[in-house]
């Protein structure tokens, strides 16, 4: 099969995927919306730089010079499989704008006990897959930019309403936990 066919059928596959996220896991009910405009942002931005990065992966000066394809197909999977994984592991406090539940839990358990933000993980390993498979230097650091930028904002806005409500607790946390990759950051 084609590189651009098997990359079309993961990236569909992948869209739907989020499109799904997108439709179920809205906040309801008693949910505090404190979302900030940062999903707006954040899909402004990803989909600015894909397009860009798609736009200039033929772009000859700045081509990787070996084959990147299955390096980057294997990121866009194990991307969203951590964050399938990171989803389910919240399932019922799971949103994509930013809300809390007023019985709203801590979760510091399974990969959340590694990582504070396992799913922003999956979506950025995803993006740099993205830009690896299309085989371009710019392309990848463009996607890279563009979504380190946005999830940047996201985790901000997010980290401020846990600390607004779980206080000291949610400080604990982020003092035992990294951010975003397992014992560094």
């Keep these: 099969m084609p ?7 993961v ?6 995927s989020e499109l799904a996220v997108m439709v179920l896991k809205h906040a309801r009910g008693n949910a505090s919306r404190r979302d900030r405009g940062s999903l707006r942002v ?14 200039l992966s033929g772009y000859r000066p700045t081509r990787i010079g070996y084959d990147t394809f299955w390096i ?10 951590i964050r399938a994984i990171a989803i389910a592991t919240l399932w019922r406090y799971f949103t994509v704008d930013v809300s809390i539940r007023e019985d709203h839990e801590l979760v ?4 959340y006990g590694v990582i504070r933000h396992p799913a922003y993980t999956g979506s950025l390993l995803s993006f740099l897959g993205l830009g690896f498979a299309f085989g371009n230097w710019l392309s990848v650091a463009i996607i890279a ?12 806005v997010e980290e401020g309403a846990l600390i607004e409500h779980f206080g000291d607790r949610y400080r ?3 003092r035992r936990s990294k951010r975003l990759i397992p014992g560094i950051y």
Aim: charged content about 10%.
């Design 72 to 81: 980057g197909l294997g990121l866009i999977i194990l991307g969203i499989i």
């Design 108 to 111: 510091d358990r399974g990969i």
């Design 145 to 156: 930019v563009a979504t380190i930028i946005g999830f940047s904002y996201r985790i901000a």
């Design 42 to 55: 954040l899909w402004a931005g990803i989909s600015v730089a894909t397009v860009a990065g798609s736009m």
């Design 11 to 16: 990236c569909i596959i992948w869209i739907a």
């Design 3 to 9: 590189h651009g066919r098997l990359l079309a059928i």
């Design 172 to 174: 604990d946390y982020m």
